[in-house]
């Protein structure tokens, strides 16, 4: 397997784990974990930025020129509103990128497909780089990438849960037949969890709770970077099949030898 | 099925002594439950068998807290606009028989009152009043919400029960948030409390929530007032009343608040007392029972014990808060609504919860999410 750029929209990533920048303990801490990843691609919610962009703290506290910020429409319940908060953040942002997020559940933040796609199709037209988050639903990601999403981001598992890719029968269909990015959004609890995505080819992952939340962040963020890391390089190493059983010394079809002439 | 319906099929007496006869085992089987907590669980968790497994909670609680919210602190303040009252109860500032100065805040006052409360950092306020409908309406509200709008990006509000298309016309004025209290889920001794005025019909007030519910609120918040009658039933009834709503309303967001009866003009003293403890372990078994509810606390309570609530379940807080419309510019040493515990500024509390390890939110809200 050859080792391959990470290109969305037609920017490359050296890193393929994408980081959030909610529920840290302090916008400090924060900066040091998302270092700690070396990620490109940092998400921030446009609910918690001042309107005043310059002087809002958490995003002068990530400028650096590797950082690639994705705001994203959290909070949106509906397609119209993830519409007007795009709008928002493009001016605000000055950036085409979008991580569309609607979530109407506020319990479990479960995306809303239909809106989802609606929104996509929407923005699209609008010339917007989207990154859907979505359910692990194939055919919701082949609908968003007809619409013409830049990517698409199933989830692993709900929204801070930790619970890893509950969704993996889902995952590898969508990984199998996607030809977008596909980044596991949501779910990774810890870095094996992420590993796993990656083995199963997926193109890149997003984590945010599990590094916010551990009692070192920044140890975290670099145990996850290596993690990533480990899982890309072993899906490029093409691993050997694994056996549900043990070969038999006397395979079933030994018989075909002794028979044919 | 209205929420009235399920709560008539239920007897407060029966429900104390469930909650009463609740022992270790049941509490145990509670705190290590791995999936999901029912209705019996957290009868146990409110129990008084639970209270020797109250560290055991609070770390439970604690992590959950931290899973689903991150070390943060959600700050805002309430503005106090009007403390007119139609209603007598027995325990607040504002009753009707309560000879004080009443006061209904202008525009001109309450876009005073906002430069004040802007300067302390806030961006998420809590309007409050009486209830008061021919002078303190839904007109007078709309106006006042629109008013501060541009000045907030989350507008909650505390007022008297409203009709559904009222709520629907505070919901275009820009409000996100509606709390309301029952007070008390007894519904026996409720018109004790609350003997006059439209407050005392149980039934409409019950109902509030539903009404709100329809219109898509983005946040219904619900509560008791701790200390009226027996807080482990009225919080059995809190949690029954969070499960309906859950359920029926499941785009809207829930919040708990934990007013504990405090000296007012006019006090009584509480039926029940509820010790700083047994508050510990009611915030802890919400946790425990509703990892996503948002839960509440205000300067009612001691410094030193928000001090060590923070760590413990709770998600946003109130700081510097005057209860008295007026209170932070325009008549600051009118009579509040309730005494202040703790009285530190906003900016010493932000401090508190930086060196607790957590950080102080202002914003967490885009005034186009609605």
Redesign the interface.
Known sequence: MKAEELIIAGRPFRSRLFTGT??????EMMEKAILSTESELVTVA?????SKLSSDKLLKSLTYPHIHLLPNTS???TAK?AI??AE?SREAFETNWLKLEIH?????LLPDSEETIEAAKELSKRGFIILPYINADPVACKKLEEAGCAAVMPLGSPI???NGLQTKAMLEIIISQSSVPVIVDAGIGVPSHASEAMEMGASAVLVN?AI??ASDPVKMAHAFKLAVEAGRLAYESGPGSKNVFAEASSPFTAFLDEVEN | MSFKEIFDSFSWKETSRQIYSKTATDVLKAINKTGKLDLEDFKALISPAASPFLEQMAVKSHALTTKRFGRTMQMYVPMYLSNECQNICTYCGFSLGNKIHRLTLSDKQILQEAQAIKSLGYDHILLVTGEANKTVGVDYLSNAVKLLRPYFSNIAIEVQPLESDEYRMLVDAGVSTVLVYQETYCEEDYKKHHPKGKKSNFSYRLATPERIGVTGMAKIGLGVLLGLEDWRVDSFFTALHLTYLEKNFWKTKYSISFPRLRPAEGFIEPKVVMSDRELTQLICAYRLFDPEVELSLSTRESRKFRNSIIKLGITSISAGSKTNPGGYSVAKDSLEQFEIDDDRSPSEIAQMISAAGYEPVWKDWEKILQ
């Not at chain 1, 909610?22 to 916008?27: I, L, P």
């Not at chain 1, 446009?46 to 001042?50: G, S």
């Open positions: 909610g529920k840290f303990s302090s916008v446009l609910k918690r930025v001042e909070g949106a319940r509103e007007l908060a928002l109407p559940d506020p319990k479990y801070g849960s930790n709770t916010a939340v």
